[in-house]
């Protein structure tokens, strides 16, 4: 005997349908509270985070620097250039032209020569001059060598000559203390060579007269020249001798 119910009010068929909506249900119940907690902390977090950073600002008071406005400089502008007068001159005036003649002779010219007034040369006055610095020294009859060799050898045969000539044993009848004593003579030898301006200075006269009179005595010598021009040359000797008791 057939059932007389048909199929699709059967409700058994339809178990499975609502248990699929039951568990979508479920589930999308339990997405939604996970996701309201969620946005509960996070907001929370969120406003404790900003309630910290209000508490770590420090109170900065504010302050106003004033700035001062800066001109530019200005422009220095050069005065405009002044124009002096112009004055016209008129051309009427007649110029005198410098007329320039010409120095160049012609063959068949004669020349005319003037007198010549002859002028006096005066030749350079050279003075004496000490031995020390003269260029070349006055030559001492038998020395030969350069100009140190001439001068060395002038002196030490001055020295030997005077002591060779000087009377040593005046000084001792002249009634002198005992000691050394010191006879200073000058003397020229003049641009010729010869023994001039013989001068002397000594503890007794007599002593004088004898140097005088054996530097007077000395052979004639070739004359020092200075600039390559013969000249008078100064000559110091100093004369020493021990007095005896």
């Known amino acids: 005997m057939q059932s007389k119910k048909s199929t699709k009010s059967n409700l058994e068929n339809y178990n499975k349908l609502f ?40 109170d900065i008071p504010e302050t106003e620097q004033e700035i001062e406005e800066i001109k530019p400089e200005e422009q220095k502008v050069a005065p405009p250039p002044v124009l002096e007068e112009i004055e016209v001159v008129e051309d009427d005036v007649e110029i005198e032209e410098t007329v320039i003649e010409s120095t160049e002779t012609h063959e068949e010219e004669k020349v005319v020569i003037e007198e010549i007034e002859e002028m006096e040369i005066v030749e350079e006055v050279i003075e004496d001059v000490p031995f020390s610095i003269i260029e070349d020294v006055p030559v001492y009859p038998g020395c030969k060598g350069n100009k140190t060799q001439l001068r060395n050898c002038l002196s030490k045969n001055v020295q030997k000559f005077v002591a060779r000539k000087f009377n040593v044993d005046l000084a ?37 007269a004898e140097a005088k009179r054996v530097v007077g005595l000395l052979p004639k010598m070739k004359p020092g020249k200075q600039r390559g021009r013969p000249v008078g040359v100064k000559y110091s000797l100093p004369i020493s001798f021990i007095v005896q008791d």
């Open 172 to 208: 001792q009848d002249l009634g002198l203390t005992p000691g050394k004593k010191r006879i200073f003579v000058m003397f020229k030898i003049d641009k010729n060579g010869n023994i001039t301006g013989i001068q002397a200075r000594a503890p007794h006269k007599r002593l004088e």
């Open 19 to 58: 248990m699929l909506l039951g568990l979508v249900l479920a589930l999308l119940l339990t997405y939604v509270a996970i996701e309201y907690k969620t946005m509960e902390d996070a907001d929370s977090q969120i406003v404790a985070y900003t309630s910290n950073l209000h508490d770590d600002d420090e």
